[in-house]
């Protein structure tokens, strides 16, 4: 994959065409992966050069923001997912009011032909781009003969008898189906963030947690809730359980996103963790003491060791 300077500064000079998909590819998932799947083949087999379209921004927190999303993948995160894809290259265009105007015309001819060379399109079945969306598979043909390009079209990928859509893993995560998600995506659904100070509140009750920094901007995170998870930290691969939400057992805490990793008690303040979440667990629910907190907490635990190990059986 280009580096950073490329993408900004278009194609390297010997790149002469190229297969080319364009869209928010918000959450990489199985439909989009099947998009860039088949550009990937299709510029091996003509001997071409690969290339996603993609923004800086989801394109509502431009033209719409009050109805803009949560983002189910950072850029940073969906650079880090694209970067096993095997394409060729990878532009992150910033999304602005002057770009949100052009017309699918416009887009074609200044951004895929002009800029990335485009010499076939390969969109997914519902796909819509420029100026309201107004760029379908009827106009972007007829622009593919006037510009010499071909046009197709990728079907739908399935699963549960239904598109899979980044608006329904939206719905998904918000509700706590973290497993849902995870079939829709392709991989759980993640965050990541380092380990900040707490309160020390957990070691005191005998379950050490690490307080996880909460995502800046608009990083969509599931429902309040205990997950049971898995924790990526240095060059390890752990279980545990995340709580997620409100501490309504202690009166004034604020909410917090607190790891507790199984069979695990070491330092890790200031690294950097990526968590995934694999199944909720329970609400968050306030208990009269704290000796009840961990009873429950040992519960959670249990039920916790329970479900990691079906999943190794």
């Not at 060729?88 to 999304?95: E, H, I, K, N, T």
């Not at 009011?97 to 002009?114: G, I, N, Q």
């Not at 069979?263 to 694999?278: A, K, M, P, S, T």
Request: hydrophobic share 40%.
């Amino acid at each position: 994959m280009a580096d950073a300077a490329s993408w900004e500064s278009g194609l390297p000079s010997d790149v002469s065409g190229t297969i080319v998909t364009v869209g928010s590819f918000d959450g990489v998932h199985r439909g989009h992966v099947a998009v860039l799947d088949e550009i990937a083949r299709r510029a091996g087999e003509r001997d071409l050069h690969s290339v996603l379209v993609t923004f800086d921004r989801h394109p509502l927190t431009v033209v719409r923001p009050e109805l803009a999303p949560g983002l189910l993948t950072t850029p940073d995160e969906k650079k880090e997912i694209l970067s096993q894809s095997g394409l060729d290259y990878v532009a992150f265009l910033p999304f602005t009011r002057t770009l949100s105007r052009y017309s699918p015309k416009e887009f074609v001819a200044h951004v895929l032909k002009r800029r990335f060379r485009v010499s076939e399109l390969v969109i997914g079945y519902d796909h819509g781009f420029g100026r309201g969306r107004a760029g379908d598979i009827r106009l972007l043909r007829r622009l593919g003969r006037r510009w010499d390009f071909d046009v197709d079209v990728v079907p739908a990928v399935t699963c549960g008898g239904s598109p899979v859509s980044s608006t329904r893993i939206r719905a998904a995560v918000a509700n706590g189906e973290v497993e849902l998600a995870a079939r829709d995506l392709g991989r759980p659904y993640s965050f990541r963030g380092p380990v900040v100070t707490g309160l020390g509140r957990g070691r005191d009750l005998g379950f050490p947690t690490a307080n996880i920094e909460p995502p800046v901007g608009r990083k969509l995170l599931p429902k309040q809730g205990i997950y049971a998870v898995r924790a990526s930290l240095r060059t390890e691969i752990r279980s545990g359980l995340l709580h997620l939400g409100p501490r309504p057992t202690f009166a004034g805490s604020p909410p917090s996103i607190e790891l507790y990793i199984l069979d695990f008690d070491e330092d890790i303040y200031g690294e950097r963790v990526r968590v995934d979440f694999l199944r909720r667990l329970r609400d968050v629910r306030p208990f009269g003491t704290a000796a009840e907190l961990v009873e429950q907490m040992k519960l959670d635990r249990e039920m916790a060791r329970g479900y990691f190990a079906g999943l190794e059986g």
